[in-house]
């Protein structure tokens, strides 16, 4: 879990420096590091608790920053997803840049088409805003998250994205 918390650091830090708009971009990078410190923090229990055994305190201890991990990995989400609605700069060449930008992408296409279909629907009011009975959740990193499958041991560090598959898919 520890380690799960670093990839969505780097993702993190890979979109705050893709990004456009320099508030989302400094918000994305504090979500990140306080999660860098989280997973960090987890992974140092982690240790200590294999080293001395079963006790209360310390699964109380361990079971409590991995909350707190997933509390700030959902920060992080949350942020990376204004800094894609905000406009994100062209990656790098490199293939890490480009997985996150078309992660980022593939998610940003889902809510445009989420959006889309919300307008055409008369799930709207004469003012234009959403009904609430009616209207169904917006698309989210998270939803796209949790929608991948888990991950498989022999997954080279940087494969090629296939066609509606990045590796963010098997990292996150």
Avoid: Y
Avoid at 38 to 60: H, N, P, Y
Avoid at 139 to 166: C, F, Y
């Amino acid at each position: 879990i520890a380690s799960d918390g670093q990839v969505v650091v780097r993702f993190g830090h890979i979109l705050a420096k893709q990004c456009l708009d320099q508030r989302c971009s400094r918000e994305l990078l504090r979500a990140s590091e306080h999660t860098h410190t989280i997973s960090s923090q987890l992974g140092i229990v982690a240790r200590v608790k294999a080293v001395t055994g079963e006790s209360k305190a310390s699964s109380e201890l361990l079971l409590s920053n991995a909350q707190n991990l997933v509390r700030a990995v959902r920060h992080v989400l949350r942020a990376a997803e204004a800094a894609c609605v905000k406009g994100l700069g062209q990656p790098s060449p490199d293939p890490e840049e480009e997985e996150v930008a078309a992660f980022c992408l593939q998610w940003k296409k889902n809510l445009s088409w989420h959006r889309a279909k919300e307008a055409l629907h008369s799930s709207r009011d004469e003012l234009g805003l959403r009904k609430t009975r009616e209207a169904k959740a917006e698309p989210t990193l998270m939803a796209l998250v949790q929608e991948q499958p888990p991950p498989t041991r022999n997954i080279p560090k940087h494969p090629s994205p296939r066609k509606g598959h990045t590796a963010m898919d098997r990292h996150l």
